[in-house]
């Protein structure tokens, strides 16, 4: 997600749930769809290289701060708050209710890694497809639901 301040305009895109799974996050291709997602964004918000494009210093946007640098991009490593941080939890929350997590209310009560790991854990067998199973800990934690 992508917001001009000074504007409220923005750009929203999605690295599927897929890409987080199996060996498709074993060889990070997420980061890949996230560089065309904010590649997309910088030419909808027609963003110009001289004008400061703060960016979320997690991993995900890695490889796209990496090559807005290399393409003369006037990158701010920046941690996400605010307006910007609400309305990218909103559009988080909005992604799980459309895969079908639950409705706005019952995703919005789960904000925390914890309760969405329990809300997992109560139908592991339906609703591991919503983890990031290529993360390295989900085998444990997978073991630790079935016991």
């Known amino acids: 997600m992508m917001r001009r301040v000074e504007t409220g305009e923005r750009h929203v895109g999605e690295v599927p749930l897929p890409l987080f799974q199996g060996s498709a996050f074993k060889e990070k291709r997420y980061l890949d769809v996230t560089l065309e997602i904010v590649l997309e964004g910088v030419e909808a918000l027609k963003i110009e290289r001289r004008e400061p494009l703060h960016v979320c210093t997690g991993y995900v946007l890695s490889k ?14 920046v941690k ?48 591991e497809r919503f983890v990031k199973t290529g993360w390295s800990a989900w085998p444990r934690l997978r073991e630790e639901s079935e016991t």
């Open 80 to 127: 996400i708050t605010g307006g910007t941080q609400d309305l990218a939890e909103r559009e988080f929350i909005s992604s799980l209710v459309k895969l079908g997590v639950g409705d706005t209310s019952m995703v919005s009560g789960m904000r925390s890694y914890d309760a969405f790991l329990a809300w997992i854990r109560e139908h592991l067998e339906n609703r």
């Open 64 to 77: 796209a701060r990496d090559e807005l640098v290399a393409r003369g991009y006037n990158v701010v490593h």
